[in-house]
């Protein structure tokens, strides 16, 4: 799952070490998420998202790997 966490803690002059605080979790949280390692629980996209003041879907971008029919 991609996101843009990284640039919007750039808009808002924020360490990794500071969402982090703000979302109740470790800066290496963090760091996986925005390294694509790690995918959140729906709880911590909620909160990042809040903490964002952004739709989920603005945050996140899930990326579909199977076929509509």
Do not use: C, W
């Not at 808002?12 to 996986?32: F, P, W």
Request: glycine content about 2%.
């Amino acid at each position: 799952m991609k996101n843009i966490i990284k640039e919007l803690r750039a808009r808002n002059s924020y360490t990794q070490e500071d969402l982090a605080s703000k979302v109740d979790v470790r800066r290496e949280t963090i760091l996986y998420l925005e390294q694509g390692k790690y995918n959140p629980s729906l709880k911590l996209a909620h909160d990042i998202s809040v903490e964002f003041k952004l739709p989920i879907e603005e945050v996140f971008i899930f990326e579909n790997n199977y076929k509509q029919k």
